[in-house]
């Protein structure tokens, strides 16, 4: 197996061993859906086919599609488990659908008046020519007028908060990734902003950290994961370079997503943007 297939697999693995079900930023499914929701309405979208990438376990599929019966909705993720996981929790519910498949690549003939691709599955590869793949395959699933949620990593207070000490160019200086403290972060609470746990890469760019995995019938291992994570006009101008118009944007804590924050207030651990695909002719700019 090569490096980069090798890669992808732990990463799966990670994100298939972490306990969102327990993980206190993923208890806002409920706020978060009704704001969705809410929006769509307020911007006078008729939604009727929704896609959610990277769906994990499908909490916000499953909240949509049982707050909207009109809406169909399918979920999909690269990891087997989750999809598992979402599966039985929609047991009654008839329009909604979950798959594995990877947000990447998906080709189909299906087009969506809203898709979602929160917490972070632009920025789980490490590669940004993944993630902008990812982008690019939403707007090619959007019919024209349609929109797209988009959450990420605030990458700004990612720098704010980092102790200097773990801030260099790891290939050179590896000290700084030798010395960093292993933790089950990931696993247990999701907290990845725990300055006393990642690193930053001056050269990449990327976030490292070390993570931990036991105590869930398998084989307790540790793995270096690295992350991807956006300041606000970075990740505006992945979108528009796909031909995304941008139409609310701003820095939020998980639940409160109608509540702004400064870039570098300590809640403000995610960027949300909402963006639109013009119909044909029109301008974004």
């Known amino acids: 197996m090569n490096v980069v297939r090798s890669s992808e697999e732990r990463l799966k693995e990670a994100y298939g061993r972490m306990r969102i079900e327990h993980q206190p930023w993923a208890h806002h ?3 978060e859906v009704n704001y969705i929701l809410g929006t769509m309405e307020r911007f006078g979208a008729d939604v009727r086919n929704a896609i959610d990438l990277g769906c994990g376990s499908g909490r916000h599929s499953i909240g949509i599609a049982s707050k909207d019966p009109k809406i169909r909705v399918r979920g999909v993720d690269f990891s087997a488990s989750g999809i598992r996981t979402a599966k039985s929790k929609a047991k009654g519910l008839s329009n909604v659908s979950f798959s594995v498949a990877d947000c990447r690549n998906i080709r189909q003939h299906d087009r969506y008046d809203l898709v979602l691709c929160l917490y972070d599955v632009v920025g789980s590869f490490p590669d940004e020519r993944d993630n902008i793949r990812i982008i690019s395959n939403a707007y090619d699933l959007l019919v024209p007028g349609g929109y797209m949620f988009i959450s990420v990593m605030n990458m700004e207070l990612t720098e ?3 102790h200097q000490s773990h801030i260099g160019p790891i290939s050179k200086d590896p000290k700084i990734l030798f010395d960093l403290k292993a933790s089950d972060i990931m696993q247990r609470t999701g907290n990845v902003f725990d300055p006393d746990h990642y690193a930053i890469d001056t050269v990449t760019g990327l976030v ?3 993570e931990q995995f036991h105590s869930d019938g398998r084989l307790s291992v ?14 505006e101008g992945l979108l528009t370079g796909a031909g995304f118009e941008i139409i609310e944007s701003a820095y939020i ?7 702004p924050l400064a870039s570098t207030d300590p809640r403000a651990k995610e960027i949300l943007v909402i963006a639109k695909k ?4 029109a301008s974004n700019v």
């Open 29 to 31: 499914t409920e706020e």
């Open 160 to 162: 704010h908060l980092a």
């Open 208 to 210: 490292f950290r070390k």
């Open 222 to 235: 540790e793995y270096v994961i690295r992350d991807k994570r956006y300041r606000r006009d970075e990740l």
């Open 253 to 259: 804590q998980a639940g409160r997503w109608g509540q």
């Open 278 to 281: 013009p119909h044909p002719g």
